[in-house]
Each structure stands twice: as structure tokens, then as C-alpha cells.
């Protein structure tokens, strides 16, 4: 089975400063990761993802993420946030090569200040 | 191309009755999934449809709780005889039958029972 863990539950950043989201999963076959992101009262948004491929996956709104097999991670990072990033970033981890459902981590409110 | 549809967006019921939600997926897209998040939780998985067929319900209450993928019509989760734990966001997702399992998410229906 796999599980997700996102170690951190709150992270409060000053607008223009760097940001990693920390994200380990854990599962025993290999699997598809995936970015989420929801701002309040809102349904979630697919942020990016990594099926296969190149280890590092980016969005268009200067996101990205680097899967690491050996470390079991799918962080994400951005050199510098703003105000709009403000929301709540869900990591979530499917199992690889077939259809069903996502396993999520329990969320990381990124809260970006002036 | 609309986005996937949930309705209700607000659902109040009392305790002891019935609650009914309605997802329309994507066009040209086969698979649903519900979900159900709780506050300062993440997603968890209910059910995954396909039309007129139930793949995997290993998420769902034992009782109380069904879903429906009807060859004409929306997917429908139903909960009889509602109780307080029930109060909840629901998320409905959609996927095309295609490698990658990308999910596109609904914008919710929240549940409260009062």
C-alpha cells in the first residue's frame, strides 16, 4: 500500500523569498506524483506531475519538483513566492501503470506575507 | 470544454436524513472518483465508477453510504440517514481512459448537518 507524508503543516513565507514543500511517500511498486493546489473554498487544481521521464517536472507558473526515487521524495519548490501562492498544496501518489485512485498527504498551507 | 460539475455547492441537512450528490465529469471522460476531505485533513478516497460499474470501493462506510454511475445521468453519492461526522467537504473527480491517471477535480459539495 502506499502512504504519503507531508512534514510540514503550515509554512509562513515572506513574499520573494524561496519555498520548499517537503513531500516523502512511500509504496512498494513504482508510481505517478502529483502537486495539487487549493485556495479556500475551492476544488483542487493539478499543480504538476511526474509519470515518467525527466526526475524534474515544472509548472507554468514557476513551480517545479524533483522526483527522487532513492529518497522517496517529491518536493516542491519555488525561488521566489508571491502573494498569489497563497493556498493549501496537497501531495498525492498513485500506483504506476493503471488506473485508480490518488493517495493524498494531509496538506501544507503555504501563508505568504508582504 | 466545461470542467467537472458538483451539485449541490452547499448542502444542509438534519440529522437522520438523506443526503444526495451529483458529479457530471468531464466530457469524453470515463472514470469518477469521490473523495472526501475533512477539516485539517486531506483527501480520502470513497469510490471509483466507471459507468454502471463499481471498480473499487474500498474508501466507502460499510453503511449508509452508496454511489451510482448511471449509463445516462451524473454520478450520484448518496448517504442515508445523515449524522454530524458526515459534515464534510465531498470532491469528485474525473479521469479519461488514458495512462497517467490525471484527475480533474470538481469544486465540491459541502456538507453540513446540523
Known amino acids: 500500500a502506499q502512504s504519503v507524508t507531508q512534514l510540514d503543516s503550515q509554512v509562513p513565507v515572506f513574499e520573494e523569498a524561496p519555498v520548499e514543500l517537503r513531500c516523502n511517500y512511500s509504496s512498494s511498486v513504482s508510481v505517478y506524483l502529483f502537486w495539487y493546489v487549493q485556495y479556500p473554498n475551492q476544488g483542487l487544481q493539478l499543480l504538476l506531475k511526474?509519470?515518467?521521464?525527466?526526475?524534474l517536472v515544472k509548472s507554468i507558473n514557476g513551480f517545479e519538483a524533483e522526483f527522487n526515487k532513492s529518497q522517496t521524495s517529491f518536493h516542491l519548490r519555488k525561488p521566489s513566492v508571491h502573494i498569489s501562492d497563497t493556498a493549501e498544496y496537497f501531495c498525492?501518489?498513485?500506483?504506476?501503470?493503471?488506473?485508480?485512485?490518488?493517495?493524498f498527504g494531509k496538506g501544507t498551507k503555504l501563508s505568504v506575507k508582504p | 470544454n466545461a470542467g467537472v460539475m458538483q451539485n449541490p455547492r452547499h448542502l444542509v441537512r438534519r440529522r437522520g436524513q438523506e443526503a444526495r450528490l451529483r458529479c457530471s465529469p468531464m466530457k469524453g471522460h470515463s472514470h469518477v472518483y469521490w473523495y472526501r476531505q475533512l477539516p485539517e485533513e486531506g483527501l480520502k478516497f470513497m469510490v471509483y465508477?466507471?459507468?454502471?460499474?463499481?471498480?473499487?470501493e474500498s474508501g466507502m462506510p460499510k453503511e449508509r453510504f452508496s454511489a451510482e454511475f448511471p449509463k445516462e445521468g451524473p454520478s450520484i453519492l448518496r448517504i442515508q440517514q445523515v449524522v454530524r461526522g458526515d459534515s464534510a467537504a465531498y470532491f469528485c473527480?474525473?479521469?479519461?481512459?488514458?495512462?497517467?491517471?490525471?484527475?480533474?477535480f470538481g469544486p465540491g459539495t459541502r456538507l453540513t448537518v446540523l
Open positions: 465508477l466507471q459507468k454502471e460499474n463499481i471498480i473499487d
Open positions: 511526474y509519470l515518467s521521464g525527466s526526475t
Open positions: 473527480a474525473s479521469s479519461p481512459l488514458a495512462e497517467g491517471n490525471e484527475q480533474f
Open positions: 498525492a501518489v498513485s500506483r504506476g501503470g493503471s488506473q485508480g485512485n490518488l493517495i
